[in-house]
């Protein structure tokens, strides 16, 4: 099994502020999706990145894939309470997707 | 485009009853559908893969006999929880990834499954 390690696990950041999430693994994959998950709901997916050095912006959100196709990071700019939710990354592998741990992300008013 | 729904979204049952709930992909056609058991503020843990006309690849620790998965069209996977226990209580999510496409999958909005 390929690890996807996630981090930070969990945030806490005020409505306004900036913020990072990291998905890190020592496997190369085919692809890497991210997705949003609310309480009760099943994961929204956000985006797929697929060529290495890849940027994809979605409004505030910005996501890179690294070069080696190993890693990827998410980037919230001023964060709303609405981005509130678990961030999800997932690894293809051929068949099966590999998720990461997820962060849970709280964004106050 | 790419919409999976679950059906139920929410059960109740007793202690050795059998429940069965559906994923279908509604705009698409899924080769291969997923199943994800989450437990609370925990990431998703892959239960079984299965292929339309064959049949599922469980993953370690799953038990077949107990979670019954069938894939009897390209739009539908159904997964039934039999001689339910309590701890079988869980969120089930499936997803589905279409013919051809990339390792997106698509989630359906999951199933709450609560067993007494």
């Known amino acids: 099994t390929q690890l996807l390690e996630q981090s930070p696990q969990f945030l806490s950041i005020q409505e306004g502020e900036n913020l990072t999430v990291y998905c890190n693994s020592s496997?190369?994959?085919?692809?890497l999706q991210w997705y949003r998950q609310e309480p009760g709901e099943g994961p929204v997916l956000l985006v797929t990145?697929?060529?290495?050095?890849e940027v994809k912006k979605l409004k505030r959100l910005t996501f890179q894939f690294g070069d080696a196709r190993k890693d990827s990071s998410l980037h919230i700019t001023a964060a709303q309470p609405g981005d509130t939710g678990l961030y999800l990354c997932?690894?293809?592998?051929?068949?099966?997707?590999?998720f990461g741990k997820g962060t849970s992300l709280l964004v106050t008013p | 485009g790419a919409v999976v729904s679950q059906h139920p979204s929410r059960v109740i049952c007793k202690s050795g009853t059998s429940v069965k709930i559906e994923c279908r992909s509604l705009?698409?056609?899924?080769?291969?559908m997923f199943w994800y058991r989450q437990f609370p503020k925990q990431s998703l843990m892959l239960m079984a893969t299965?292929?339309?006309?064959?049949?599922?690849?469980?993953e370690q620790g799953v038990e077949k006999d107990k979670f019954l998965i069938n894939h009897a069209s390209l739009t539908l996977s159904t997964l039934t929880v039999t001689s339910a226990h309590p701890e079988d209580s869980s969120f089930y999510i499936c997803?589905?990834?279409?013919?051809?496409?990339?390792?997106?999958?698509?989630f359906g909005p999951g199933t709450r499954l609560t067993v007494l």
């Open positions: 997803s589905a990834r279409s013919a051809g496409g990339l390792d997106t999958q698509y």
């Open positions: 496997s190369v994959f085919s692809s």
């Open positions: 990145v697929v060529t290495g050095g």
């Open positions: 997932a690894g293809g592998a051929g068949y099966a997707l590999n």
């Open positions: 705009d698409f056609q899924a080769t291969t």
């Open positions: 299965s292929n339309e006309g064959s049949k599922a690849t469980y």
